[in-house]
């Protein structure tokens, strides 16, 4: 499995992540068998959320109800979560009380003493970052957080968070694929009135902004396209996409959801996919995407493939 890096000078982490948001109704056998494929295709970075799960923490619960780690098998993983939405508004809490008490409970539910990398889990537009650096150092000096980011989060909101936050922002999870990649098309269209891609949806720049500050980018719904509900892969509505997806596939002797892995994968940003599927054979499938280096006319063609102007 490729790495890259995690934050501006953190450790190498796979270029893969098993998502854990859909597991709160599996079996135990089910999330051990997910576990297992993803350890066997070289992933030990595992992404959650408070509010994952029929219940809130229900999918961490589950997780290490099903998986009953040793703390030996605990210090070879990495756990990450996210904290920030209440979700029986819904409405976005960033206070120091919301922060602290939802990793608490994180962490109970998780089984463990700390997790990883936690993340902020949408923007709150009523945040004050002196609430958020203060959430920020407690957990630290308390040994119960080791690395902080955010999730969807614009350049500038992350600037703002920085007048206060003294820990580097190590990641910054958005949602990102070759169909849905308007962070990636809006670039390229620079200047150009007519296309409807030149149209800003992250703050301007964010995959340069993180480049430069050294921020992890990490790519949720990866399968997902903006014409329908559901992946791209297979579907009509993206009918030229899966043809050319198919035709690169063929090529390098793998599957299409492992294309759809090696895009993100290509970028140079070194971006982490983040997978959703709860379907062993999946993982292997997309783990072996990421080995991939699709060279530029076959990276650009999927662009081009998926609606995106390339002028």
Request: with cysteine.
């Amino acid at each position: 499995m490729r790495t890259v890096p995690l934050g501006p000078s953190g450790p190498a982490v796979p270029a893969v992540v098993a998502g854990m948001m859909r597991i709160d109704g599996k079996t135990d056998d089910e999330v051990r068998s997910l576990y297992s494929a993803a350890r066997a295709a070289d992933i030990d970075f595992f992404d959650h959320a408070d509010i994952y799960g029929r219940e809130v923490h229900g999918a961490e619960r589950r997780f290490a109800e099903a998986l009953r780690l040793t703390p030996s098998e605990r210090a070879e993983i990495r756990l990450q979560t996210k904290t920030g939405i209440v979700r029986e508004g819904p409405f976005f809490d960033f206070s120091f009380d919301h922060i602290v008490s939802s990793v608490d409970e994180s962490l109970r539910a998780l089984q463990t003493d700390y997790v990883d990398v936690l993340l902020l889990h949408r923007p709150d537009a009523l945040v004050e970052p002196e609430e958020v650096a203060r959430a920020f150092d407690a957990l630290e000096s308390a040994g119960k957080v080791r690395a902080f980011g955010v999730s969807n989060h614009t350049p500038r909101q992350i600037d703002l968070l920085k007048t206060a936050v003294r820990q580097p922002i190590v990641a910054n999870q958005v949602q990102l694929s070759v169909a849905h990649a308007p962070t990636v098309a809006q670039g390229l269209a620079m200047n150009m009135e007519t296309a409807a891609q030149a149209t800003v949806l992250d703050g301007g720049g964010l995959i340069d902004y993180c480049r430069l500050e050294g921020i992890t980018l990490q790519a949720w719904s990866p399968l997902q396209g903006t014409r329908s509900e559901g992946v791209f892969l297979g579907d009509p509505a993206y009918s030229e996409l899966n043809s050319v997806i198919d035709r690169v596939a063929d090529r390098y002797g793998v599957t299409p959801l492992a294309i759809a892995v090696a895009w993100i994968a290509r970028h140079p940003a070194g971006i982490q996919t983040v997978l959703g599927t709860t379907t062993p054979s999946r993982v292997t499938e997309a783990a072996a995407g990421a080995d991939i280096v699709l060279d530029r006319a076959e990276w650009y063609a999927l662009v081009r493939a998926a609606g995106y102007t390339v002028p």
